[in-house]
């Protein structure tokens, strides 16, 4: 029996979403500082930080594009 709630599994092993910090001055850059994956029952997902923002401003998670539709870095 399959569970007919359980979302579909990613097709490809890049991250489901990327997480964004951009500090609070006019026209800060978008620093990517981590990433999210689906965990493998669909319930929740795995965060990978790379940095940890110290400066006031926003985190943003937005989904995951590849590269050749654009990223925001630097933005």
């Not at 979302?7 to 620093?31: I, K, L, Y």
């Not at 965990?39 to 006031?56: F, I, N, Q």
Request: glycine share 10%; net charge positive.
């Amino acid at each position: 029996m399959t569970k007919k709630n359980q979302p579909a599994a990613p097709a490809h092993n890049g991250p489901a979403f990327v997480v964004w910090f951009v500090s609070d001055r006019e026209g800060a850059p978008w620093t990517r500082i981590g990433a999210l994956w689906p965990t493998k029952s669909g319930k929740g997902y795995r965060m990978s930080l790379e940095l940890t923002p110290v400066a006031e401003g926003s985190t943003l998670i937005m989904p995951f594009e590849s590269r050749n539709t654009g990223e925001r870095e630097g933005a």
